[in-house]
């Protein structure tokens, strides 16, 4: 059967200007619309008639570390408020706020089933997709139902060895940035943006990759850690 293959741009904050943007957007529109699935631009996606999407943020995930009921279950607090708050759209869970490990101890029967899949944003994308394989199995959810977004410093030829290693054994979509938006040889800007407290409280991300977990409160980050028991991971 032919490879299933769908990208989607994720290339706004790193892209080379906004008129090489519109470009890429309607020269994809035009000549792969059945690999193209949109833009998380919504102006551009408004303008050249496609879908906006994306999936939930690290901020939200972290905001969750000072409003939710107890930091233990923050990040449960957060996907069960967003399935209350969308009603089964945008059901698509991200999986690096606390690292795979946590995600896992947390993403249990109940949330396996309800959101449609899960985005990878750090780690090794080949081991995170069949890690959340086997846990969908595990809990009895069939996987090629189920949809495994990557999205993590993606190039074309990374994104259809991944497509090519799970065909057939789930759904796989693409959020390509830098590497679609920003390729003619000038060096991007590293723009990342991360929330490091909220309302008045410290909160943290902690990756899968060193050098990308965020946090400005080395005592908050230990405690966090702590919680969640997680191994010690470099902070960037």
Request: glycine content about 8%.
């Amino acid at each position: 059967p032919e490879l299933e293959f769908k990208i989607s741009d994720f290339g706004t904050r790193r892209r080379f200007s906004l008129a090489w943007h519109e470009e890429i957007i309607a020269t994809l529109k035009r000549e792969v619309p059945q690999h193209f699935a949109g833009t998380s631009n919504v102006l551009l996606a408004w303008r050249n008639g496609v879908l906006p999407l994306g999936t939930m943020a690290h901020e939200y995930m972290q905001a969750c570390q000072a409003l939710g009921p107890r930091l233990r279950d923050a990040q449960m607090f957060a996907f069960d408020k967003w399935a209350q708050e969308y009603r089964g759209d945008l059901g698509i869970a991200l999986s690096d706020t606390y690292g795979m490990d946590a995600f896992l101890r947390d993403f249990d029967m109940f949330f396996c089933k309800l959101f449609d899949g899960a985005r990878h944003d750090s780690g090794d994308p080949f081991e995170w997709g069949e890690r959340l394989i086997a846990h969908y199995q595990k809990n009895r959810v069939d996987p090629r139902t189920k949809t495994l977004i990557f999205s993590d410093q993606l190039s074309f030829p990374l994104a259809i060895d991944i497509a090519r290693r799970f065909h057939g054994r789930a759904r796989t979509s693409f959020g390509i940035g830098t590497n679609l938006t920003n390729d003619l040889g000038f060096v991007a800007l590293n723009v990342v943006i991360k929330m490091t407290e909220c309302n008045g409280q410290p909160v943290a991300k902690v990756s899968d990759a060193p050098g990308k977990t965020v946090s400005k409160d080395p005592g908050y980050l230990a405690y966090l850690r702590q919680v969640y028991g997680l191994d010690r991971v470099s902070a960037g």
